[in-house]
């Protein structure tokens, strides 16, 4: 079976507690005092809305080693060149030096720098979507940028620069910068919004007392109403341990647009360590207005996954953990029979935009795919 973000070693820390945006960034400091109610602040916008760009933090060797950046490379030119066409790529890398590398690979694939900016700042990894920027808007429609707390998957990994990343982030842009470190540990990947008042969520992955130690699904919810602008709540159980994320939704469950749910057949979700009672919650599951959703199934792989340097995994890959982009619809590919088939099942639900499989056959050996290494900022 897979395993999320298995890296390659497991190193807990202590939690370092809250956060400052530097510079001209606005900070608006969020305390567990100020939830006394479910007033919705500020709005998530769905994925597929307009994007300025899309943020990625590049592989470097600093952490875990030149074998492991090196093998992770030509996915980031990948997604890099067929992101650039249609917004602006952002990329995060860890010093000057990884900036001239990374520069320098891209020249020598003839991708044009002029979508592409460089933010020079220290990363542990590269799991944007769990530990970057959530934009979201307040009720004049501005940009803010919320910094949900990131310990590492409940300290199961080093996760000290990759926690400065939104601060760091707003302050560059001088953006309202919300500080919710102190409210809710909360990864990207673990929440799935809809557009349209609905989040969908496990349980393990948020109400863990690795992340938020004693806090019920009430306080949750509040949390959620206030800061993403949802009132309707799928809450699956999941599975706490399964793997270093405690089983994140979007790999196995996401929203194409307000009706729809992209997700797998019931045998490949129990495939998948689903539990039986989650798979049928999900197909009842309902939006605000009491609707229930349309269903689109992906295929697991046909075959267990393979690295592109020979190592042989013991589980199949998920084609639902993709990304919606501008123009393109990046989706993750394992030179599997299958990748044909999700991919032109994926291309009927974005007609408008292209859709292209990114190999993510050696990020895979490490647990993640396409959505776990990329972030919007919306337009």
């Known amino acids: 079976m897979k395993s999320l973000y298995v890296l390659p070693f497991f190193i807990a820390f202590c939690y370092s507690g809250a956060k400052r945006a530097e510079g001209g960034a606005v900070v608006a400091k969020e305390h567990a005092a100020d939830r006394k109610s479910a007033q919705v602040l500020y709005t998530m916008p769905e994925e597929g809305m307009p994007h300025e760009g899309t943020w990625l933090q590049w592989p470097h060797q600093y952490q ?37 590398r990374v520069r320098e690979m891209l020249e020598e694939d003839k991708i044009s720098l002029k ?31 919320e910094d949900w707390g990131f310990n590492g998957w409940g300290k ?28 809710m540990i909360n990864e990207g990947g673990a929440v799935e919004v809809d557009g349209n008042g609905t989040l969908m969520a496990t349980k393990s992955a948020i109400l863990n007392k690795n992340r938020n130690p004693g806090m019920s699904q009430a ?44 997700t797998m057949s019931p045998d490949d979700l129990l495939e998948w360590q689903v539990a039986q009672n989650d798979i049928n919650k999900l197909f009842r599951s309902t939006n605000k207005n009491k609707k229930k959703y349309n269903f689109v199934k992906l ?25 919606i982009a501008n123009n393109v619809v990046l989706v993750p590919n394992y030179k599997d029979p299958n990748d044909a088939v999700a991919n032109a099942i994926i291309q009927k639900l974005y007609p408008n935009r292209e859709v292209v499989g990114i190999d993510v056959r050696n990020l895979y050996a490490n647990g993640g795919m396409i959505h776990c290494v990329t972030q919007q900022q919306p337009r």
């Open 64 to 100: 875990y080693g030149e074998a492991y950046r090196d093998r992770l490379d030509d996915a980031w030119i990948a997604m890099t060149d067929a992101l650039s066409e249609g917004e602006k790529v952002h990329i995060i890398v860890y010093d000057e030096e990884e900036e001239d």
């Open 115 to 145: 979508n592409i900016d460089f933010k020079v700042y220290k990363t542990d990894d590269v799991w944007v979507r769990d530990n970057g920027p959530i934009y979201a808007r307040d009720a004049k429609g501005n940009l803010v940028i």
């Open 156 to 183: 199961k990994a080093e996760f000290e620069n990759c926690d400065e990343i939104p601060g760091r982030i707003a302050s560059d842009q001088n953006r309202k910068y919300v500080d919710l470190n102190e409210v």
């Open 219 to 262: 306080k949750a919810e509040e949390i959620f109403t206030k800061y993403y602008g949802v009132t309707n709540f799928i809450w699956l159980e999941g599975k706490a341990g399964l793997e270093i994320t405690d089983m994140h939704i979007d790999g196995f469950a996401r929203f194409a647009d307000k009706n729809t749910i992209v």
């Open 299 to 323: 295929p697991l792989t046909q075959e267990n996954v393979t690295t592109a340097y020979g190592k042989k995994l013991d589980y199949p890959g998920s084609y639902v953990n993709y990304y």
